[in-house]
Nanobody
Framework: QVQLVESGGGLVQAGGSLRLSCAAS????????MGWYRQAPGKQRELVAV???????NYTDSVKGRFTISRDNSKNTWYLQMNSLKPEDTAVYYC?????????WGQGTQVTVSS
């Protein structure tokens, strides 16, 4: 079993930055890739960033050039660096594998960007 705990969210003004963390524990050997998702009020959850086991990254168009996914293998932690934040980035952010497992969803971390 895998536990994923997100942290690092908060309230920030437009143009600001935040770094989110996703700490993994348990059967982490089963994780070969990781993604960051977000869900805004009234909208479906969307995948915004992915990192493969080989370190390749991919981003949804709306965050390209602003968000960066990375990982620290020594800490079993993935990060999402978010720069030039916009009000439309406001959402609860989650981490999970790119093909998400229901059991992996954590509580998420709230990001609120004020205009």
């Amino acid at each position: 079993q895998v536990q994923l705990v997100e942290s690092g969210g908060g309230l920030v003004q437009a143009g600001g930055s935040l770094r989110l963390s996703c700490a993994a524990s348990g059967a982490i050997f089963s994780i070969s890739a990781m993604g960051w998702y977000r869900q805004a009020p009234g909208k479906q959850r969307e995948l915004v960033a992915v990192m493969t086991s080989g370190g390749a990254t991919n981003y949804t168009d709306s965050v390209k050039g602003r968000f960066t996914i990375s990982r620290d293998n020594s800490k079993n932690t993935w990060y999402l660096q978010m720069n030039s934040l916009k009000p439309e980035d406001t959402a609860v952010y989650y981490c999970n594998t790119p093909v998400p497992w229901d059991d992996f969803w954590g509580q998420g971390t709230q990001v609120t960007v004020s205009s």
